[in-house]
Structure formats: C-alpha cells, structure tokens
C-alpha cells in the first residue's frame, strides 16, 4: 500500500519561501507522475502542479511563476518551493500519487497524503 | 483557464438518491474523476473514467456522463456519506489539472 507523507514548517513569513516535502512509501516512484494539490481553510481544492519520476515537470498556469517541483527517487521524496509567498497562500498541503499512464493518459489521484496545514503571517 | 462547474450544496434526506454535477466544456473528450472530502481528511476517489468505481467504494456510488455535464449519483443515501464531493478532469489538451469548486452534500 503506497504511502505519502508531507514534511515541513508550517508557518512561512510573507515574501519568503514556502517548502515542503513528501516521503513516498510502500511503493516504488518509477513509472508515474507525483503532485502537489493544496486547499484554503473553508475552500475548494487547488492543483499546484506535478513532476514525474525523470523529473519532467507541468505547474498551474496561475501559479507557475513562482513554483518549483523537484524528485529525488534515491530518497523516494518530491518537493515543493513556493516563492514570495502571501497570506492567501495559506492552505493545507497535499502530495498525490498521479494515476496517470500510457494506457490510461488521465491525471487523476490515487493516493494522498494526509496533508500539512502551511500558513503564512508575520 | 478552463473551469469545472459544480453546485455549492445538495441536501437530500437518508435513504434518498442524491445527484451531484459537474460543467465543463471539455467534459466530452476527458473523464471525469470524483473525489469525496470528510471533515479534517484527505480527498478519496470514488469515481473514476466517468463511472467506474474503485475497490471499496459502495455499489450506491455511480457515475454518468452527457455531453458537458458529468454527475455523480449516490443511491441510498446513509449519514456517513455526508461530505464534501470534488470532480476533477483536465482542459482539452490534457495539460493542465482542473478541479470543480465542490459541492457540500448534507443528508438531513
């Protein structure tokens, strides 16, 4: 049963970087796509972005300014840099496992993690 | 950008059947996905390709698709499916990850 697990601080200054990382257990990263979705309180549901496990990557054209997706297979993680942050940025943070496949060329999520609340004040 | 359009909130009593749907104009040529949200939890799918069904998800969810419109149907209403409900697809070209706002179901 795969595994995912965000790590980070989780509270961020204004105008500084917001990072997070998700450790991926009980499975291997080859082969599929990994992404970052987030959720303000009281809020819907936010695709950030995502990476696959070469390192190839595809960002919210809203937030792709300031966001970078890294992998590191050799650790099983990925990450999340958001720079310049402000108070809307603050949002429970989800890593997903990407669903998606030659045969099946959807992105879809098939597991998450159980979220890291990140919040953004001075 | 391209938007998935949901109903804020559906309230449905137990034991009816609640329909939930999602517009969007790419909805023909990409599926649709659904996730349900409890309280304090992280999404879980519970539809995916338009109607099929995850292991361990009840017969009582289902899905449909027609034209733009994708819905989710869940039969038999129980308390416990008392949630939060997303659909999620992708624009035309299938670039970019789209949610719906989300629609707040109540049973009542």
């Known amino acids: 049963q795969v595994q995912l697990q965000e790590s980070g601080p989780g509270l961020v200054k204004p105008s500084e970087t917001l990072s997070l990382t998700c450790t991926v257990s009980?499975?291997?990263?080859?082969?599929?796509?990994w992404s970052w979705i987030r959720q303000p309180p009281g809020k819907g549901l936010e695709w950030i972005g995502y990476?696959?496990?070469?390192?190839?990557?595809n960002y919210n054209p809203s937030l792709k300014s300031r966001v970078t997706i890294s992998v590191d297979t050799s650790k099983n993680q990925f990450s999340l840099k958001l720079s310049s942050v402000t108070a809307a940025d603050t949002a429970v943070y989800y890593c997903?496992?990407?669903?998606?496949?030659?045969?099946?060329?959807?992105?879809?999520?098939?597991?998450w993690g159980q979220g890291a609340l990140v919040s953004v004040s001075s | 950008s391209y938007e998935l359009t949901q109903p804020p909130s559906v309230s449905v009593s137990p034991g009816q059947t609640a329909r939930i749907t999602c517009s969007g104009d790419?909805?023909?040529?990409?599926?649709a996905y659904w996730y349900q949200q409890k309280p304090g939890q992280a999404p879980v799918m519970v539809i995916y390709?338009?109607?099929e069904r995850p292991s361990g998800i009840p017969e009582r969810f289902s899905g449909s698709s027609s034209g733009t419109t994708v819905t989710l149907t869940i039969s038999g209403v129980q308390t416990g499916d008392e949630a939060d409900y997303y659909c999620?697809?992708?624009?035309?070209?299938?670039?970019?990850?789209?949610f719906g706002g989300g629609t707040k179901l109540t049973v009542l």
């Open positions: 997903a496992r990407d669903g998606y496949s030659s045969s099946s060329p959807d992105h879809f999520f098939d597991y």
């Open positions: 009980g499975g291997s990263m080859s082969s599929y796509y």
């Open positions: 990476i696959y496990y070469s390192g190839s990557t």
């Open positions: 790419a909805l023909p040529e990409k599926f």
């Open positions: 390709k338009d109607n």
């Open positions: 999620q697809s992708a624009d035309s070209i299938g670039t970019y990850v789209v």
